[in-house]
């Protein structure tokens, strides 16, 4: 379901605009969130790709044929760093695109950018997430049938992705990933060195009892 375009090769595919990554922090944070909990998730597997605010180039000797989803996984792709994503070279468009919107990106995202995806780059899901509520509907996602977008429906208030096996819903009014395999929500970085810490202390506090347990039986006898 993935589509490459050939044309001439030879030609300077710029790598930034010049732009913010994001229009807010909220924005940019929450980005970078899920595209981190995506790599832990995806972390044993060497053929995904997972990258945002990345310039994709779908036409081959053409600079003005790109788009930068904010987040995207491709699978079937090498895990590496890369300064583009350029589709004839990797052989794959995304499987899955996350838009994180605004009042000032929406409409974007919702008629250019899903036509892209669905008619151009073949995205098997999109999802267009907006984190302030500024605009109806802030949260909606579309799934691929026959190369056109359907919308997929909300199950226990998030909606999944077939794609990543993985359902986008909001916890405490923030976007996650929930894994309903396991019943369990996907941690961020910063959640996941929290964990990491707690467990730390926690394992720390039993050794200590453990000494002192038997230093205590040693002035027993």
Not at 50 to 58: A, D, E, V
Not at 121 to 142: A, K, M, Q, T, W
Not at 200 to 219: D, M, Q, S, Y
Request: hydrophobic share 35%; aromatic share 10%; charged share 30%.
């Amino acid at each position: 379901m993935q589509k490459t375009i050939q044309a001439v090769p030879s030609i300077f595919y710029p790598e930034s605009d010049g732009k913010p990554m994001a229009e807010t922090e909220i924005h940019r944070d929450l980005m970078m969130d899920f595209i981190q909990m995506l790599k832990h998730y995806y972390r044993d597997r060497e053929d995904v790709c997972i990258s945002g605010n990345m310039f994709m180039y779908y036409e081959e000797g053409n600079a003005t044929k790109s788009v930068a989803p904010d987040v995207f996984v491709a699978f079937g792709v090498a895990k590496k760093q890369r300064r583009t994503y350029l589709t004839w070279e990797e052989g794959r468009t995304p499987d899955f695109v996350l838009e994180i919107a605004s009042p000032s990106t929406f409409n974007d995202d919702m008629r250019k950018k899903k036509q892209l995806y669905a008619s151009v780059l073949e995205v098997e899901e999109y999802f267009i997430y907006d984190p302030l509520g500024e605009i109806v509907p802030s949260f909606i996602g579309f799934r691929l049938n026959d190369g056109v977008y359907e919308e997929i429906n909300f199950k226990n208030e998030r909606l999944p992705s077939t794609v990543l096996g993985l359902e986008l819903g909001e916890r405490e009014g923030i976007l996650k990933l929930y894994n309903p395999t396991t019943s369990e929500w996907l941690q961020t970085l910063p959640e996941r060195a929290e964990t990491a810490e707690v467990r730390a202390e926690t394992a720390e506090a039993k050794l200590e009892r453990a000494l002192e347990e038997i230093k205590l039986l040693r002035e027993k006898h």
